[in-house]
């Protein structure tokens, strides 16, 4: 029997072994991830129930349509599926890019819920305001032109 020689462990740096569905830099960028995935799962549903009801339609032979619109419908998802899983868990690029943007939402300074109740209120009662001030314009240019009769009531 022939020995093998793994040079790879002599010189204390072990091979790097086949990606296949592993996670790149696992357990950073948790929450944008996520957020990532159910966001474009939510828009990948609704696309493949469009797709479902589109192909409905479709005639392939003796098939029946309803047959050929799940089929349709699994491979858009699956394809849909792998697409997502590559770009939020396995490309560096975009990888990377989600991790620095939790870490720039973490050094965000957000408001108090006291102020945005303040803040949300100010532009309620604002647009309130306007909207009573604006009514009562119209109230009194539609009075105006009926008394010089240029509106017929």
Excluded: H
């Amino acid at each position: 029997m022939a020995e093998t020689n793994d040079t790879s462990m002599v010189s204390g740096t072990a091979a790097e072994p086949s990606r296949g569905f592993s996670v790149y830099k696992p357990g950073q960028g948790y929450y944008t991830r996520m957020g990532t995935v159910v966001g474009a799962s939510a828009v990948s549903l609704l696309g493949i129930l469009w797709m479902w009801e589109y192909m409905k339609a479709w005639k392939v032979g003796t098939v029946n349509p309803l047959y050929v619109a799940a089929g349709g419908a699994i491979a858009i998802g699956a394809v849909i599926t792998y697409a997502m899983y590559y770009l939020v868990f396995m490309k560096p690029k975009s990888v990377d890019f989600l991790i620095a943007t939790e870490g720039e939402m973490k050094k965000v300074n957000w408001s108090t819920r006291r102020e945005v109740v303040g803040s949300t209120t100010a532009v309620i009662v604002t647009a309130v305001v306007i909207a009573v001030f604006c009514f009562g314009i119209d109230r009194a240019f539609f009075w105006f032109f009926a008394q010089i009769k240029v509106l017929d009531v």
